[in-house]
C-alpha cells in the first residue's frame, strides 16, 4: 500500500462552521505534513508532524488546527475561515525527514469557503 | 533567497513528440532536486529524485538531468502521450533540517491529439 488517503474529496463549508479533513497513511511513514496549493501555485506548507509531535508550523493562522491521533492519521480541524482559505489542500508523508525521503501526497481535498 | 524557476510556464505539443522543461534554482544548502507529475485537483507523483552527484536519472519516457555547477535541470519527455498532459513541478530540498522543499511554480503541459 503506498497510498495516502484524503478525505473528503470535496468540501464545501460556510464562514461559521466547524470542519475537519482528514488523512491516512499505512506504509508506516513516521512524518506527515499538510500543505495548501491555490490555482495555479505550488504547493504551500503548513504543519509537518514528525513522529506525531508538531515539529513546525510555518505560521499558520490558528483556524487551521492539526492533529496527529496515532502515526498513521492526521486532521486539520477547520474554524471560521475565510472566503481566501479556499485551495486545495494536500496531505503527505515520507518515512522520515531524512535529505532522500520520497514525499507520498494524497489527491487532496478541494476546500470551497463561502 | 531560495527560488526555483520554472520554464517555459505553458507548453502545447502534439501527441507522440518529445518535449524539454527546464528549471533553475538557488537553493542553499542544496539537498536533492525532485521532479513531480501534478494532474489537475490531484496530488503531485513522485518522478524523480537527484542528489548533488547524479546527472541523469530516468522513469520510463521521463529522463531528468542536473547540473549542479549551473544549477539548472531538465526534465524530457520522449514520445508523448495524452495521459502525460499535467503540470510538471521541480522541488529543491534544502540540505538540513526537516524535508523543507522549495517548490518551483510548475510548467502545465498539453498534449494534444
Known amino acids: 500500500d503506498t497510498e495516502v488517503t484524503q478525505t473528503p474529496k470535496h468540501l464545501v463549508m460556510g464562514m461559521t462552521n466547524k470542519k475537519s479533513l482528514k488523512c491516512e497513511q499505512h506504509m508506516g511513514h513516521r512524518a506527515m505534513y499538510w500543505y495548501k496549493q491555490k490555482a495555479k501555485k505550488p504547493p504551500e506548507l503548513m504543519f509537518v508532524?514528525?513522529?506525531?509531535?508538531?515539529?513546525i508550523n510555518e505560521s499558520v493562522p490558528s483556524r487551521f488546527s492539526p492533529e496527529c491521533p496515532n502515526s498513521s492519521l492526521l486532521n486539520l480541524h477547520l474554524h471560521a475561515l475565510q472566503p481566501e482559505d479556499s485551495a486545495l489542500y494536500l496531505c503527505?508523508?515520507?518515512?522520515?525527514?531524512?535529505?532522500?525521503?520520497?514525499?507520498?501526497f494524497g489527491s487532496g481535498t478541494q476546500l470551497s469557503v463561502l | 533567497k531560495n527560488q526555483v524557476e520554472q520554464s517555459p510556464q505553458s507548453l502545447i505539443i502534439l501527441e507522440g513528440k518529445n518535449c524539454t522543461l527546464q528549471c533553475n534554482y538557488t537553493v542553499s544548502p542544496f539537498s536533492n532536486l525532485r521532479w513531480y507529475k501534478q494532474d489537475t485537483g490531484r496530488g503531485p507523483v513522485s518522478l524523480t529524485i537527484m542528489t548533488f552527484s547524479e546527472n541523469t536519472k530516468s522513469n520510463g519516457r521521463y529522463t531528468a538531468t542536473l547540473d549542479a555547477d549551473t544549477k539548472q535541470s531538465s526534465l524530457h519527455i520522449t514520445a508523448s502521450q495524452l495521459s502525460d498532459s499535467a503540470s510538471y513541478i521541480c522541488v529543491v530540498r534544502v540540505r538540513g533540517g526537516y524535508n523543507k522543499l522549495i517548490f518551483g511554480a510548475g510548467t502545465r503541459l498539453a498534449v494534444h491529439p
Open positions: 503527505a508523508s515520507s518515512r522520515g525527514v531524512q535529505s532522500n525521503e520520497k514525499l507520498f
Open positions: 508532524y514528525s513522529y506525531e509531535k508538531l515539529s
